[in-house]
């Protein structure tokens, strides 16, 4: 299942709201499908408060209520059939239920994450990036994360103001995990069941004052934190829909022009481990997000060039869609 949280305009100006896309490529606004379905049950008043309940029009509130609101969903979705392909479907409150794609705008499927970590889980990626150095022994015990800026999310076909102090924007061609649900001291065979979903991440990165900040052991920090720099997209697909130990192409492009990438099952440490240790000690909860790292040969780094201000990056991933963004220099 593919869900995303979309916007669409209205008399009180955009509003958000949950949706899925159909096979038939639109996108069904979740909590208005299943206040169709309970109002056939308990009648139209109260299928909006319970619909509400069961399935908020939000993501994190969708997460949070796991089982019982994905089997009112697959209840919705086997009483309306066909008619989720329908844009004409009208729901209980008269609005639409169904849309065309470029009739919404798609965010960030989960536009505040509780939590952000990334790893750097790609031998290839740390090798390239390293270069003449060897890699550090500890990180093929253990799966290294660092904490990034959940307030700093957005989704696909958005733009990333170019900081300041940065001459060296780059990209970075991952995906990551979604929790969902709560957990601690998980095993890896535990972890893989606390897993929600999958989505593509763009771990934006400027990259000199990286290095700059990391030469004194400490850090990403600045240069990894700026705004809009945490891109997640265009939609989260379920962990019983998609597997990252299939072997997935991901691709980065830069202007159509193909510039790097790799698969999913070249992972050192896969995501059961991954989950585990940052459980270890720590409760991980729904809503946190955890990235795979940088695909090996999926940034500007490891090639020696880099994007230039206005340049269209397109991070694909077979099965969870592509994430579109631009660098873009304001005028000061």
Same mark, same amino acid.
């Given at each position: 299942?593919?869900?995303?949280?979309?916007?669409? +305009?209205?008399?009180?100006? *955009? $509003?958000?709201?949950?949706?899925? !896309?159909? =096979?038939?490529?639109?996108?069904?606004?979740? #909590?208005?499908?299943?206040?169709?379905?309970?109002?056939?049950?308990?009648?139209?008043?109260?299928?909006?408060?319970?619909?509400?309940?069961?399935?908020?029009?939000?993501?994190?509130?969708?997460?949070?209520?796991?089982?019982?609101?994905?089997?009112?969903?697959?209840?919705?979705?086997?009483?309306?059939?066909?008619?989720?392909?329908?844009?004409?479907?009208?729901?209980?409150?008269?609005?639409?239920?169904?849309?065309?794609?470029?009739?919404?705008?798609?965010?960030?499927?989960?536009?505040?994450?509780?939590?952000?970590?990334?790893?750097?889980?790609?031998?290839?990626?740390?090798?390239? +990036?390293?270069?003449?150095? *060897? $890699?550090?022994?500890?990180?093929? !015990?253990? =799966?290294?994360?660092?904490?990034?800026?959940? #307030?700093?999310?957005?989704?696909?076909?958005?733009?990333?103001?170019?900081?300041?102090?940065?001459?060296?924007?780059?990209?970075?061609?991952?995906?990551?995990?979604?929790?969902?649900?709560?957990?601690?001291?998980?095993?890896?065979?535990?972890?893989?069941?606390?897993?929600?979903?999958?989505?593509?991440?763009?771990?934006?990165?400027?990259?000199?004052?990286?290095?700059?900040?990391?030469?004194?052991?400490?850090?990403?920090?600045?240069?990894?934190?700026?705004?809009?720099?945490?891109?997640?997209?265009?939609?989260?697909?379920?962990?019983?829909?998609?597997?990252?130990?299939?072997?997935?192409?991901?691709?980065?492009?830069?202007?159509?022009?193909?510039?790097?990438?790799?698969?999913?099952?070249?992972?050192?440490?896969?995501?059961?481990?991954?989950?585990?240790?940052?459980?270890?000690?720590?409760?991980?909860?729904?809503?946190?997000?955890?990235?795979?790292?940088?695909?090996?040969?999926?940034?500007?780094?490891?090639?020696?060039?880099?994007?230039?201000?206005?340049?269209?990056?397109?991070?694909?991933?077979?099965?969870?869609?592509?994430?579109?963004?631009?660098?873009?220099?304001?005028?000061?």
């Amino acid at each position: 299942m593919k869900l995303c949280t979309f916007e669409i +305009a209205s008399a009180l100006g *955009p $509003i958000s709201r949950i949706g899925m !896309e159909t =096979p038939g490529a639109k996108i069904l606004d979740l #909590n208005a499908a299943c206040e169709l379905k309970l109002a056939e049950q308990i009648g139209a008043r109260s299928a909006r408060n319970l619909a509400d309940a069961l399935v908020p029009p939000d993501m994190l509130g969708f997460i949070d209520n796991g089982t019982i609101a994905r089997e009112t969903l697959d209840g919705a979705l086997a009483y309306l059939g066909a008619k989720i392909e329908n844009p004409g479907l009208r729901g209980i409150r008269g609005g639409r239920v169904v849309w065309n794609r470029d009739e919404v705008r798609l965010l960030a499927p989960l536009p505040r994450p509780r939590s952000m970590r990334d790893c750097l889980a790609f031998e290839e990626h740390y090798k390239n +990036a390293l270069r003449d150095h *060897p $890699i550090p022994p500890v990180w093929y !015990e253990v =799966p290294i994360y660092y904490k990034g800026n959940p #307030n700093t999310v957005q989704g696909t076909d958005s733009e990333v103001p170019w900081p300041p102090y940065t001459e060296t924007l780059d990209y970075e061609l991952e995906f990551a995990v979604v929790v969902g649900k709560e957990g601690r001291d998980l095993t890896p065979d535990q972890a893989w069941k606390h897993i929600f979903g999958y989505t593509i991440f763009n771990d934006v990165s400027a990259r000199d004052i990286q290095m700059k900040e990391m030469a004194a052991l400490l850090g990403p920090a600045k240069g990894k934190d700026m705004d809009g720099g945490n891109l997640l997209g265009p939609f989260i697909v379920t962990a019983d829909a998609w597997d990252p130990r299939d072997d997935h192409k991901m691709v980065a492009r830069v202007n159509g022009e193909v510039w790097g990438g790799g698969t999913t099952r070249a992972m050192h440490h896969h995501f059961g481990k991954i989950v585990s240790y940052v459980s270890w000690g720590e409760t991980i909860v729904p809503g946190d997000v955890i990235g795979s790292g940088t695909v090996g040969t999926g940034c500007g780094l490891e090639l020696g060039k880099y994007p230039k201000p206005g340049d269209l990056i397109e991070l694909e991933v077979d099965g969870l869609g592509v994430l579109s963004t631009r660098f873009v220099k304001q005028a000061r």
